[in-house]
């Protein structure tokens, strides 16, 4: 299958937020808390190891099995949250910077302005309880 001509957005988004703030060592330190893991990060870390996508460490690391995996599951809801303030608070930073609604719909890939608008405001009232 021959590559496309155009990157798809998001790995075009990812490689600029990359090269802008997290080229360096000390800046990629910032992105994590060192001395304990975030649920997205222990999620994707079991999704990652137990899938293949990341590697062991050694021989000595053990193995993800079921319980890893339904602790990695238990810790979703949080990510959820954590993403869901997120989105507020980009969508809030980008309409204080002058975005339209449209823009927000369709950097999110929604089909309207008022759909960016229903979705933010779910989110707030979903973030609310």
Same mark, same amino acid.
């Given at each position: 299958m021959p590559a496309p001509d155009h990157p798809h957005p998001a790995y075009t988004a990812l490689f600029r937020i990359q090269q802008r703030y997290a080229g360096t060592e000390e800046a990629r330190g910032r992105l994590?808390?060192?001395?304990?893991?975030?649920?997205? @990060?222990?999620?994707?870390?079991?999704?990652? %190891?137990?899938?293949?996508?990341? #590697?062991?460490? =050694? $021989?000595? *690391?053990?193995?993800?099995?079921? @319980?890893?995996?339904?602790?990695?599951?238990? %810790?979703?809801?949080?990510?959820? #949250?954590?993403? =869901? $303030?997120? *989105?507020i608070g980009l969508h809030t930073m980008a309409r204080g910077e002058g975005a339209t609604w449209s823009q927000i719909a369709e950097a999110s890939g929604l089909a309207s302005p008022q759909a960016a608008?229903?979705?933010h405001a779910r989110l707030l009232r979903r973030t609310a309880d």
């Open positions: 994590t808390n060192p001395h304990m893991l975030s649920p997205s @990060e222990a999620v994707r870390l079991v999704a990652g %190891l137990g899938g293949g996508a990341l #590697a062991y460490t =050694d $021989d000595a *690391e053990p193995q993800v099995q079921a @319980e890893d995996l339904l602790a990695a599951l238990s %810790l979703l809801p949080l990510v959820r #949250a954590e993403l =869901d $303030d997120l *989105e608008q229903q979705r």
